[in-house]
Nanobody, 119 residues
Framework: QVQLAESGGGSVQAGGSLRLSCAVF????????MAWFRQAPGKGREAVAT???????NYADFVKGRFALTKDNGESIMYLHMNSLAPEATARYYC?????????????WGVGTLVTVSS
């Protein structure tokens, strides 16, 4: 059984930075797609960044150049480094995983961590 636990959310002023962490419990090997999603108040959940089974990362257009997904295999932790944050980034951020391709519904989800960006 895979469990994911996010941390690192909080309040920050516009232009600031945060690093979110996703601790992975259970076996998640290289055959898994890992991802970060977010859900802003009153909006649907959207993908922020993915890491596919080859280790390639892909980003939503709205975060390119500002966010970075990294994974510490030794510690089974995935990170989302967020820079130049804008108020539009206010959302609950979730990490997720599924076996195989990133093209499909994620099977495992954390409960999320809240990020608030003030202007």
């Amino acid at each position: 059984q895979v469990q994911l636990a996010e941390s690192g959310g909080g309040s920050v002023q516009a232009g600031g930075s945060l690093r979110l962490s996703c601790a992975v419990f259970g076996y998640v090997g290289n055959g898994y797609c890992m991802a970060w999603f977010r859900q802003a108040p009153g909006k649907g959940r959207e993908a922020v960044a993915t890491r596919d089974v080859q280790g390639n990362t892909n980003y939503a257009d709205f975060v390119k150049g500002r966010f970075a997904l990294t994974k510490d295999n030794g510690e089974s932790i995935m990170y989302l480094h967020m820079n130049s944050l804008a108020p539009e980034a206010t959302a609950r951020y979730y990490c997720a995983a599924r076996y195989g391709s990133c093209n499909g519904e994620m099977k495992y989800w954390g409960v999320g961590t809240l990020v608030t960006v003030s202007s």
